[in-house]
């Protein structure tokens, strides 16, 4: 079997991204499957694709944004897939989705879309979500297999008239070393993190006010993602945090900073299902998170953490401090959060139900 990854951006290292990466070499190690990878831009991703030997081709004129460039994208994807001669594109993000697809018409190639969140999902303009349902629609005839993150997303599709056959393969990550915290009960200084790109997505702004009214002797807080942190490094600043934030910017060290942290946040206006949370489980760390898209599919409230109410700066605070209070609480969260991970989340599943389904279009 011979299998066209295509992403748009290859310049960051997100959630989709990291899937993508694990369900490749996944496939290659596991099942011994062919598999190159098409993308827009380069960077972190394509760097650590190329690091793993993975074939990895750049089309240039691909882009996040809707341009002219895309009509040349499409014709060069096009004679990529002629010259391929791929069993099965999988297409991965809304861009990626629509010229992969449309590409592929006229060949033998399988269809393949996996939904990393719909287009059409809260947090988008109502004007924008209805032109974005349409493509899809439209799309979804042509399309041989859905692969949804979430049950939440499965929904959205199924509300929205979408037509294949949809599935729900939930991220997955492969195992790596974490560092138990076994002092936790005798620190007064919590490390917080959180691992999110600077963008309308993410809710730095109701982190960092939440923040505002802690004791800043109590914690610190540890900020990872790309994108443009002006504005909420200039926040901190305003709210006299800043000397208690270390803005990373972006990092291939996740997992280390991740095993020297005590709590996970994921502050976020909407989601799918992030794997960053995902990370944050496999190396043992209590989740704080927005209940929002698929979250809640891995968070459970009072179990591996706290789910709270979008945009309530109060309910926030108000969590943080219970952590903070409750050491004795933080070692069982921090345990069950563990456990959920590799009850749920291994890679292997992933990857399996992943061949699983890729046989199945073939049939």
């Known amino acids: 079997m011979k299998v066209l990854f295509l992403i748009t951006r290859g310049d960051e290292l997100g959630g989709a991204q990291t899937h993508v990466k694990d369900v490749i070499l996944g496939l290659i190690n596991k099942y ?77 190639t399988k269809k393949v879309f996996t939904a990393h969140g719909w287009a059409f999902t809260e947090g988008i303009s109502p004007k924008k979500a209805a032109i974005y349902k349409k493509i899809e629609l439209l799309l979804s005839y042509i399309t041989d297999a859905t692969i949804n993150v979430s049950y939440y997303d499965k929904k959205l599709a199924l509300k929205a008239g979408l037509k294949s056959q949809h599935y729900v393969i939930h991220n997955c990550i492969p195992d790596v070393h974490y560092k138990k915290n076994n002092g936790i009960a005798n620190k007064t200084v919590l490390e917080f993190i959180m691992v999110a790109r600077f963008c309308a997505q993410k809710d730095h702004e109701t982190l960092l006010k939440a923040f505002s009214n802690i004791d800043k002797e109590k914690w610190r807080l540890t900020l990872i993602g790309g994108g443009d942190s002006k504005s909420i490094k200039e926040l901190a600043k305003k709210l006299n945090i800043d000397k208690n934030i270390n803005f990373v910017g972006q990092t291939k060290n996740v997992v280390d900073f991740l095993n020297h942290s005590d709590v996970f946040l994921l502050i ?93 279009v073939l049939k």
């Open 32 to 108: 011994n499957i062919e598999c190159y990878l098409a993308c827009g831009t380069k960077g972190i991703f394509t760097d650590i694709m190329e690091e793993n030997n993975i074939n990895v081709i750049h089309i240039d004129s691909m882009k996040r944004e809707i341009c002219f460039g895309d009509i040349i994208a499409l014709k060069k994807l096009n004679d990529i897939i002629k010259d391929i001669n791929p069993d099965i594109i999988s297409c991965h993000s809304s861009k990626a989705g629509v010229l992969g697809r449309l590409a592929s018409l006229g060949t033998r």
């Open 268 to 360: 976020s206006n909407w989601e799918g299902f992030p794997i960053s949370i995902l990370e944050a489980m496999r190396s043992s760390l209590p989740i704080i998170a927005t209940d929002v898209g698929g979250v809640s599919e891995a968070v459970k409230h009072g179990y591996n953490g706290f789910l709270i109410n979008k945009g309530n700066v109060a309910e926030l605070e108000e969590t943080i401090l219970k952590i903070i209070e409750s050491y004795s609480s933080l070692k069982i969260l921090s345990q069950n959060s563990r456990k959920t991970y590799c009850e749920r989340f291994k890679v292997d599943k992933m990857i399996d139900l992943y061949a699983s389904i890729f046989d199945e």
